[in-house]
């Protein structure tokens, strides 16, 4: 008799086993390296099982969906937030409802608690939308394979100087702690940061093989030359992330070679607080922070 499907939080001593199925499925079967365990250390982490929602078959782990909780900051209030990530299903179960059931379930888990929205990163939104969840992306997403030049030689600088800087900027954004600074998008092999002369603008970057993801510029826009030049002296393509009409999108529009195109990877789910649902189209998480 096949066991039936038990939904419950993940216990820490099951963890590694679901890494490992996680692994597989969104880094090493598609050549990617670095497993999710050092990529997402706080998301993937004991301390957040309580946010692992798991379906399981008996003691075999079916399927999952992962819940990272932050704190949304804007000008005049601060929202709990939540980020739905690694929503996956054994191949041999998929079809079958489970992730559908696992996304209900933690859907009704942040409306219980008060959560005021929830946000997910997805190329599939047709999957998604059926459950309530909106298209809403005001991302941009830039390549650039231009020459290169020599590098200024930016210093790297540590969480707490580029939070220093990231406090300065005004507008709607994440709060952040020092582990926030530890993720590793993937596919980034290496994260880069680094502060211009005298800690006026930094950049937060990937690096793999010859290519460079460039996840955020910010600071003042006078030392973010020196920095483009540093990450584009060592790389053959860069990729930059922005927010549509942001200081660090307006200050790239004046880079020559750069092709833009618009993203629409992220979904919203208005819970506790619905009329935080007119912001969607403004919110920007920025790729360091996402799972
Ligand atoms: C996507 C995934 C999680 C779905 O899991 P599942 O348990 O099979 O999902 P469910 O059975 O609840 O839902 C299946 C439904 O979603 C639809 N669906 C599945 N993948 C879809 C996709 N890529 N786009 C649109 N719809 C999709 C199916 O057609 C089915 O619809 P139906 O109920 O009307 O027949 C699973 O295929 C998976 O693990 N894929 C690999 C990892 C992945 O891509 N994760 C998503 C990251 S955003």
Known sequence: MVAPILIRACTPMELPALI????????????RKVSLARRLPTALHADNCANI???????AIAACVVIKRFDWITP???WRGAMIGLVYTRAAERGHGLATQLLRAAQAQLYADGTAFAVLFSAQPAFYRRLGW????????????????????CTPADAQTIEAMRRREHGAHMARDGASYRSLPLPAERLEMRASIGAAAYAIYGVQADCAYVYEI??????RAALWQDIRAAAATVYINARRGSPSAQWFAHIPGIAWRDQALAMWLPLAQPACARHFGDWYIPYLDRI
């Open 20 to 31: 490992a199925l996680l692994d597989e499925e969104f880094v090493f079967s598609k050549s």
């Open 53 to 59: 929602l798991l379906a399981c078959r008996g003691e």
């Open 76 to 78: 005049e209030r601060s």
């Open 134 to 153: 909106i298209g809403a992306d005001c991302g941009v997403f830039g390549t650039y394979a231009g020459t290169a030049g020599a590098a200024e030689h």
């Open 218 to 223: 910010g600071g003042e826009p006078s030392g």
